[in-house]
């Protein structure tokens, strides 16, 4: 049985698939968001492709996992140059933190740890985002804008948290999650009490990124 997009002009190919393509993550995020465990013809029915076409572009299910937070660390660093480029140290850290929670980036990517083995290109994008945040902490801490005893790893903590906040209504995940944030934020800034306990270590949490 041929394929409709098979009579289409080159152009017309190539931006089918183009779109197919984005249906496909769209709704991988979607399905697998609610449901980890999900079978890959799920996402195939959801973007209303046929399980053909999506096995074209993805190998099998852990392709696509792997795909969607790749995607989701490269909009991480992405949101981190772009905060880089902010001359005010903290309205640099804040307005980065407030990008990165808008973009919902770390809902999938905590839902998914270890359910894929990451490449090396993942691994150098994840090395290049913790140096970038690091440098923001290091400059708003620097400023005197930023409590002295948070550590980079805090970072990843306090997104964590204001991905878990999730309602039925997307505005209002937004909304809350900012209101989250703020608040946070508030508790960052210089001066408050001491925090109590010992920051989190570096790599103290890698451990959920091991393929199950």
Excluded at 29 to 45: C, G, S, W
Excluded at 69 to 96: I, K, N, S, T
Excluded at 167 to 188: E, F, I, S, Y
Aim: glycine content about 8%; aromatic content about 6%.
């Amino acid at each position: 049985m041929s394929n409709p997009t098979d009579d289409l002009p080159l152009a017309g190919r190539r931006a089918q698939a183009a779109r197919n393509d984005a249906a496909i993550l769209a709704a991988a995020r979607t399905v697998f968001l609610d449901d980890p465990k999900a079978p890959i013809a799920a996402v195939a029915e959801r973007a209303g492709v046929g399980i053909s076409a999506l096995y074209r572009r993805y190998a099998g299910k852990e392709d696509l996992l792997r795909t969607l937070c790749h995607d989701g660390l490269l909009r991480f660093v992405a949101a981190a140059e772009e905060a880089v480029a902010e001359p005010d140290d903290w309205a640099a850290f804040a307005g980065f933190l407030e990008r990165v929670v808008d973009a919902d980036v770390h809902s999938l990517t905590v839902h998914l740890a270890g359910t894929f083995t990451p490449t090396e290109e993942m691994g150098r994008a994840a090395v290049r985002a913790n140096e970038l945040v690091d440098g923001l902490v290091g400059r708003a801490r620097d400023a005197g804008r930023l409590r002295p005893d948070v550590v980079t790893q805090d970072v990843g903590l306090l997104l964590e948290g204001c991905a878990a906040i999730r309602v039925p209504d997307p505005d209002r995940t937004r909304q809350l999650r900012r209101r989250h944030l703020a608040v946070l934020l508030a508790g960052l800034a210089v001066p408050g009490p001491p925090l109590p306990g010992p920051p989190p270590a570096a790599g103290e949490f890698d451990w959920r990124w091991r393929a199950k």
